[in-house]
Nanobody
């Protein structure tokens, strides 16, 4: 099994910054990619940013230039640095990873439990 532990959510004023972190542990041979998604009540979960093995990144248009996804020096930890936050960034943010299982070799996808980000205007 694989566990994802998210941290860093909270309340921030518009224009401020937050850093979310996702620590991945468990039966991992390799992480092929990771991403951050967000969801507000009544709406579908949407992609915020992804990072592939090798480091290539992809961002939603709404966050380009303001958010940065990265794999930190601590292995299997992925951060989302969020700057110039807006009220419309308020959501529950979820970490997602694609993992090759260490023992079975299976390709699996996992979600974190979510962390609330609230931007006050």
């Amino acid at each position: 099994q694989v566990q994802l532990v998210e941290s860093g959510g909270g309340v921030v004023q518009a224009g401020g910054s937050l850093r979310l972190s996702c620590a991945v542990s468990g039966s991992i041979l390799r992480i092929n990619g990771a991403g951050w998604y967000r969801q507000v009540p009544g709406k579908q979960r949407e992609l915020v940013a992804t990072i592939a093995r090798g480091g290539s990144t992809n961002y939603a248009d709404s966050v380009k230039g303001r958010f940065t996804i990265s794999e930190v020096n601590v292995k299997n930890t992925f951060d989302l640095q969020m700057s110039s936050l807006k009220a419309e960034d308020t959501a529950v943010y979820y970490c997602n990873v694609d993992v090759i299982d260490r023992f079975s070799g299976d390709f699996n996808n996992y979600w974190g439990q979510g962390t609330q980000v609230t931007v006050s205007s």
